[in-house]
């Protein structure tokens, strides 16, 4: 029993330890010790904890900024597609627009 009272904190040599961290099982002081979640962890864990859920957070981030690069690349593609037509709208003969291309066709046939 005397062995186990002389337990020492992980990070603090000077300290008794209070709690098992239930991540790493090393033995922590109260000030070390933190819960999270209703469960009792240590603050390295806790740190690698909040680092994971920042990458989370980071790719649900990204996930609606991809979405809307994707939309602006749609949109830009159909606004490139739409100015290439005009282009080569303009570049038809104007007989084309008046209609009398058809005609001379119509005729033809
Ligand atoms: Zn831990
Ligand atoms: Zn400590």
Redesign the pocket.
């Known amino acids: 029993m005397q062995d186990l009272a002389r337990q020492r904190c992980f990070n603090h040599s000077g300290r008794e330890a209070v709690a098992i ?6 033995l ?1 002081c109260r000030e070390c010790i933190t819960e999270h979640e209703d469960r009792v ?2 603050a ?3 740190s690698g904890l909040k680092a994971d859920e920042t990458k989370k957070n980071r790719g649900a981030f990204l996930r609606p900024l991809l979405r809307t690069s994707l939309f602006l690349g749609s949109l830009l593609f159909l606004w490139l597609s739409f100015f290439y037509l005009g282009q080569f709208l303009l570049e038809m003969p104007s007989s084309f627009h008046e209609g009398t291309l058809w005609q001379n066709l119509l005729q033809t046939i």
Do not use: Q, T
């Not at 961290?21 to 090393?26: A, E, F, G, R, S």
């Open positions: 961290c239930l991540d790493c099982n090393n922590f962890i240590c390295n864990c806790l």
